[in-house]
């Protein structure tokens, strides 16, 4: 395994292990089992994209190629953490995405299986109305207080929590499963390879 994924790999499982309430930080083993147990929503930020696109037609979903894309880092980072999802035993049931294709072609090449693209975590900014984005605020908030089918993970593949063109962000209510948030989400980020928990 080339040393990037390996690293990318380990960046990953921090993540998730770093996220998972109620855990203390070394202790790994509870956090696995609490993984592998499932009744998670975790939230993951897409791969890496071509810095020099940008979304030309935010509005035309099915125009993939006036999108922001994946370039190959993120394909590799999506790959590597579908990878290091399996290996680790963590159960994915239902993976919900944003409309942007670099959203959906992250969880498609985890490797993850019953994807549903939604506008609920689709990021609007100041293409859509004030409304629609409070909207889709309120709608990421209930899909965080949705269980996952027993006995699973519930994934959410989207730019971060956050959406419209505000900072507001999208808690989950008390109430509802744990929520764990990995790479560049509120909880981890990446930098070169490099996984740090977010103070």
Known sequence: ???LSRRTAL???YCLLAAVPGHAAGDNSSVMR???DGGLVIVVRHGATVPDQADTDPLNFDNIAAQRNLNDKGRTLAKTFGDAVRQAGVPVGKVFTSKYNR???TAVIAGFKDIEKTADITEGGLVVSPNENSRRIDALRRLLA????????????MRS???????KRAKPRSSGPRTVATSSSPVCRW????TSPRR
Do not use: C, D, Q
């Not at 929590?161 to 900072?167: D, I, K, L, N």
């Not at 930098?191 to 490099?194: N, Q, T």
């Open 161 to 167: 929590a956050r959406t419209g063109s505000t900072s």
């Open 103 to 105: 959203a959906y072609e």
């Open 146 to 157: 949705t269980a996952p089918m027993p006995g699973t993970n519930t994934i959410l593949s």
């Open 11 to 13: 960046a990953a499982l």
């Open 34 to 36: 609490a993984l592998r």
């Open 1 to 3: 395994m080339p040393i």
């Open 191 to 194: 930098r070169s390879g490099h």
